[in-house]
């Protein structure tokens, strides 16, 4: 599985962005996409995962109440609908997948996609 994220960018403090990743390779349905994120100087975070055949989701609670995943299932692309940002939100964003339920862990992910910078100025 290939993965391409894109949709990053500079967007104000209160701002919206919604990434997209794009899964290309192989049957995608049995799979969990997950979305990581790594601020400078930090590690790399869990933000959010989905459930690619049931749709079920679970965020961090950083993230809780403004971030959305969802997935177009016909086109193997998920979505993370960014709402609300915070400069905290800075960071590189990495979409993710793995066969299986989903896991909060980076290292838990096999098919690991490229960063897109998401910037929020105050």
């Known amino acids: 599985v290939q993965l391409q994220a894109s949709g990053g960018g500079l967007v104000q403090a209160g701002g919206s962005l919604r990434l997209s990743c794009v899964a290309s390779?192989?049957?995608?349905?049995?799979?969990?996409m997950g979305w990581f994120r790594q601020a400078p100087g930090k590690e790399r975070e869990f933000v959010a995962a989905?459930?690619?055949?049931?749709?079920?989701?679970y965020y961090a609670d950083s993230v809780k109440g403004r971030f959305t995943i969802s997935r177009v299932f016909a086109k193997n692309t998920g979505h993370l609908q960014m709402n609300r940002l915070k400069p905290d939100d800075t960071a590189v964003y990495y979409c993710?997948?793995?066969?299986?339920?989903?896991?909060?862990?980076?290292?838990?992910?096999?098919?690991r996609g490229q960063g897109t910078l998401v910037t929020v100025s105050s």
């Open positions: 989905i459930n690619w055949s049931s749709g079920s989701s």
């Open positions: 993710a997948a793995k066969r299986g339920n989903y896991r909060t862990t980076w290292n838990s992910y096999e098919y």
């Open positions: 390779g192989r049957t995608f349905s049995d799979n969990s």
